[in-house]
């Protein structure tokens, strides 16, 4: 296959097409734009559905509906329009329908700008609506990967019935990659049986989140909350950089991530063993993979483009084993290598002093 | 003329009475007992007119209790 | 549930056999509805349901239920149905339509959902002349949660949260749905019908059926107003009901045909 230079967003664009989406409706907005305008050209090219919807309010709906006729659908917004999209990500939650959304984030809160960020880590993992559910997020580093989780996350939306959620950042969306693109998968044809089709020879179909009756819907949040945990066992992802013999650790996702692995080779070269965890599914997290590790560092810096997000998952998996320091940068400001070196430099001579190692 | 009449599912019947003031031979009325949700449904009183079958009631109740029969004079002759 | 259906016995008394000329339409399930007894909603469900069965078109009809006292119209028709957020079916409609062109969908919602909190799906669905069917029920309140002002409420009509009577001065005046989207060119069929009397109620199904067939045909959006009773939060009986349609609703809100495509044939 041959590599391609493609930028971040329409990189998503194309893969989502290859992975036989059948359907896109959107809204615009920054840093996400050229994604729905690739589609805009591309979706109607294949005779596949593209709509710009009046509002991300209206996006998630036309996507929820076609969703409900098991098409592949799916969105893409960025802060801002992903807070609109919540209160259909409910009712699609509540539904238990497929679908995909694609989350270029920006600076927050209120409108904010158009520079990276990542402060949606609490949106995506913990709010993304009202009521008992959590979204698959996968958080690409690269457009390659954007590209590679894109290509799998109609199969995982389908699978368990749920939302995925690629988050990348602005500028994962608006950066330039050689990547390679997956084969073209043709759209599917069959539909699931729970999908709206109309009734030809069958009983009705139904698709609602509303259970009056307190039983009835305590039961279809056990069972949801039994899919979940089935997705936070069987779907964590995360890759180790230079972890086998680290003292030192830096957690980071998605771009601050890409920034990590250069400071923790400027480290080495300083002579402090560090090394990345890199979680690439935010929900799940990837607690177990990083619970061994902190159980043998000294230390822990985690570094993100908000005020202290994905920090709070950390701290919670290594429990007081290692002392965790955080690095945000917040606002469209996106932390240097040097800034997460110095922090492992200044956690690893910390550690040193407390060792008697007074140098 | 026809001569008509209709079957009530008396179980779903809201006393509404919709279709008493509807019907144009005022051959319906509300019974004296009471449904199991605790209405007095509509009943047939066929004692002064007789149903035409011509389905006004069907028409405008809400709760879909009626099914309507009708037959030709001529041919229950 | 269990219901005891006392059914007088179909007659069969005579050597003629009796003609079977109404009964409970196909598109339509046996359950009970939760209406207030005089509602109008179970009349217009069954009117929708006799359409649908009229036209032949049940096994390929999907329908998208509102929030509001029609939430659980997917119930009642014995159809494949969704339920949508307040106020989003005409946006979920979409959804269905663009990638089932084949299929015939509708929505059904009432004032607070359609006029209010979904006036912007509403009003760019038509835009955008989705080949949808709206059925839209106006009874001027918010009947669910218990009869508040509905952007329909009529100028000095009491609901709960305008005791004093609606005050157009701060509460703003009542919404006309389809003299608003009948200058659309996208929609096909905008009419009001009214539920006050046997001759309206014919009208009101003659029109769901052109708004249907207007799908059908392809021709564009399609909606019909329907106004509707609501004896519970009027505090009127539900054969007076019709009255205060007559003569409260009426005057605000005239029948009529506010757009007809040309192409449209019954």
Redesign the interface.
Known sequence: MARELWKGNEALAEAAIRAGV??F?GYPITPQTELLEYMARRMPELGR?F?Q???E???I?????????G?R?MTSSSSPGISLMQ??LS?IAG?EVPCVLVDIMRGGPGLGNIQPGQADYFQLTRSAGHGDFHPLVLAPATVQEAVDLMTISFDLAFQYRTIVIIAGDGALGQMMEPVTLPPMRPPRQERPAWA??????RQ???????YLDADELEQVNLRLQAKLARIAAAEQRWECYLTDDADFLVVAFGTVARIARTAVRTARAAGIRAGLFRPISLWPFPAPALDQLAARVKGVVVAEMNAGQMVEDVRLIVRGRAPVRFLGRTGGVIPLPDEIASELTHMARIDAHANGDRG | MTR?????????C?????CI??CPQHVLAFAEEF???G?RPVQ?DEREHHCT?C??C???????V???????LR??A | MT?????????TL?A?????????PAA?TDL??H?????????IH?MVAEVIDELGI?????G??PVGCA??A??Y?????????HG?AP??????????PD?IVFTYQGDGDLASIGG??I??AALRGEQITVIFVNNAVYGMTGGQMAPTTIAGMKTTSSPMGRDVLTQGYPIHIPELLAPMPGVAYAVRRSMHA?AE??KVKKAIRMAFQAQLQGVGFSIVEILGAC?TNWHV???DA?DYIRDRMLPEYPVGDFKVDARLRD
């Open positions: 059948d359907a409706f559905t709509l919807a009046e509002s309010i209206g996006a709906n036309m996507v929820y509906g076609a969703a409900c006729a098409a659908a209160e259909g009712y539904s709206l089709t109309g009734v030809d020879g009705p179909n139904i698709i609602t989140s509303l | 008509g009449t209709v079957t009530i599912q008396s179980d779903r809201k006393s509404c009475g919709l003031q509807a449904n199991l949700r209405y047939l079958g389905g006004v069907a028409l405008v109740c809400p709760d879909v009626f099914t309507v029969y009708r037959q030709p041919r229950a | 219901t005891m259906v006392m059914e007088r016995e179909a007659p005579t003629t056999p009796w003609e079977l000329v109404y009964q409970r339509l009970p509805t209406y207030c007894p005089g509602c109008s909603h179970g009349a069954r049940r096994e390929r009809t999907i998208v239920a939430v659980f997917y119930k028709f014995n159809l494949d149905s969704c339920e949508a957020a989003r946006a979920m409609a979409t959804g269905l339509k663009r990638v089932r299929r912007n799906e009003l760019h046997v109620m014919r004896p009986s539900p054969t019709l």
